[in-house]
């Protein structure tokens, strides 16, 4: 039986519609679920939206109205944009769903059951935009002496009765979680932050808020809501069917990988854990913290004017052009800028020149020169290693570096045009048709193969090209790198895959 592999992007605060960050999260962890797909993987791959909290109530108070309205058309923009982008998500939750609100309240009763749950009274500092609550000596100043967060955002001093979850016993679990499971937190970086901050001693945390009712009531508490980082991360429970015990949670709980941003490595690391270590619940195996985006290196913000809607941007430039230069340019893990030109360049010289143009060459001369039929005899001369270069791949994708894994498949691109190149059957025709017949072959396994190989990062390219090719549906996966293009075999007539962009005149 398949081995099961359970992945989540962060959900996204549905109060506006959605950016290139969240574009460029859901398109990594999209790649990443399609890459263990194709290993022969049984993945179950969950997004959404987090609809809940202050920051939801605040932007629809702004707007006249109610949060729910604001969640119903934001969260469909979410929605519509994992179509545009080609993301293969199994479910796409939100977090005002009614089966939601049945998980939260049971992980909030098994933690209250567990002794971790008690009544107080919070003051302290709040940020509405990170849904944060921030020590004192986290406080940064900001350019006029007013205190921020340390992301930067406004915090507003807050007095709420509260129910607390008594975090603060969970921090030597925490850490002997950390020490014996070395990857939990990655990359390395984020997972040294995250150690230090528990080194450095942990608040009990104020976990529910009465000053506002968008939220999941608190079971058996009267006027008080979750705070919505409680509800939000329970989502990850309730995508596999929480508290039921169905079959999609025995076989995907816990969760293999979460894939979130840096701003909010501390929520999964530290807080998420210990929830799931109070409601005696496994956890997670790993948390990776991707960088952020910039816009030609600068922070998107709405007062700089620089937000730019994904879904325009893959029209621009097209859905795989997107994805690959997401994929492909920012190094994941770090921060990473994107501009025009960029895009461009990384479009043309890779996908149209690279791997568009090899296909396009060798598909019209087997289209020109052999009736549309694959020529040659027996098995092709190999031109790439597939298990040497599988190999290389998997080591990249062990390690989540999927921009290295994409400039070790263009490795085997550069070496498969070198070869054609080199090879020159359209001058051996003239003497030796047989031979030119046997590069053509060679060279349209060399296509069939790099096809595989993209294939979880642009599925829609790959999968043409594959058409192009005559392969059929279930020999597109890593299994079939070892099944070579049979000669004999007819193909369609060939069409451009990667077209190449060119600038308009002034
Ligand atoms: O944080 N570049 O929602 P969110 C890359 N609801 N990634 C970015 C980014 C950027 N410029 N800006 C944001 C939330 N992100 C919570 C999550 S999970 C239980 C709850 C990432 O809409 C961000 O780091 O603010 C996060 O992983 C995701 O987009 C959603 O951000």
Not at 101 to 115: D, H, K, T, V
Not at 386 to 404: F, K, P, Q, T, W
Request: charged content about 25%; glycine content about 8%.
């Amino acid at each position: 039986m398949a081995e099961p592999f359970y992945i989540t992007t962060a959900i996204s605060y549905p109060n506006g519609r959605p950016h290139i960050g969240h574009a460029y999260e859901v398109i990594a962890t999209d790649a990443i679920a399609r890459f263990r797909r194709m290993e022969g993987r049984d993945v179950f791959f969950l997004t959404g939206t987090d609809e809940h909290g202050l920051k939801m109530d605040q932007a629809a108070r702004a707007r006249g109205i109610s949060p729910r309205e604001l969640a119903d058309e934001m969260s469909s923009y979410f929605r519509e944009m994992t179509g545009v982008l080609n993301i293969s998500n199994d479910r796409f939750i939100r977090t005002s769903e009614p089966a939601h609100y049945e998980a939260s309240q049971a992980l909030w009763r098994a933690m209250a059951a567990n002794g971790d749950i008690y009544p107080g009274r919070y003051e302290g500092w709040y940020s509405v935009r990170d849904e944060a609550f921030y020590d004192e000596k986290e406080l940064v100043a900001g350019e006029d002496g007013q205190k921020l967060s340390p992301q930067g955002t406004p915090v507003e001093w807050t007095v709420e009765e509260s129910w607390f979850f008594r975090l603060s016993a969970y921090a030597d679990r925490l850490l002997a979680h950390y020490e014996a499971n070395p990857d939990f937190i990655r990359p390395e970086g984020r997972r040294n932050e995250v150690v230090s901050f528990v080194k450095g001693g942990l608040s009990d945390l104020s976990i529910s808020r009465t000053s506002f009712d968008w939220g999941v009531p608190v079971p058996d508490a009267p006027g008080h809501v979750m705070y919505v980082w409680v509800d939000a991360l329970t989502n990850y429970l309730t995508g596999v069917g929480y508290p039921e015990d169905t079959e999609a949670y025995r076989k995907y709980w816990p969760a293999d990988l979460h894939i979130i941003g840096k701003d909010i490595v501390r929520f999964h690391a530290v807080y998420w854990p210990a929830f799931l270590m109070s409601a005696n619940l496994p956890l997670p195996s790993q948390v990776f913290g991707h960088g952020f985006l910039l816009n030609r290196g600068e922070k998107m913000s709405k007062s700089l004017g620089n937000v730019v809607d994904p879904m325009e941007m893959a029209r621009t430039y097209g859905v795989d052009q997107l994805r690959y230069f997401l994929l492909r340019e920012v190094s994941f893990g770090q921060d990473g800028s994107y501009s025009h030109d960029a895009i461009v360049t990384r479009s043309n010289a890779d996908l149209a020149n690279g791997l568009g143009n090899l296909a396009q060459r060798c598909l019209s001369m087997i289209a020109k020169n052999c009736g549309g039929v694959v020529p040659g005899e027996g098995a092709p001369a190999p031109v790439l290693d597939a298990a040497a270069l599988l190999a290389r791949v998997e080591e990249a994708m062990a390690g989540l570096a999927i921009h290295r894994a994409l400039e070790v498949i263009w490795e085997g691109v550069a070496e498969a045009n070198r070869y054609f190149a080199d090879s020159a059957p359209w001058a051996v025709r003239k003497t030796d048709p047989a031979a030119a017949d046997a590069i053509l072959h060679a060279t349209a396994e060399a296509i069939r193969v790099l096809a595989i190989f993209v294939r979880w990062a642009i599925p829609e390219s790959a999968d043409k090209l594959l058409d192009q090719l005559a392969q059929p549906a279930d020999a597109r996966d890593f299994a079939a790198l070892a099944a070579p293009i049979a000669p004999g075999t007819a193909l369609p007539a060939p069409q451009g895959v990667f077209p190449r962009w060119v600038e308009q005149e002034g």
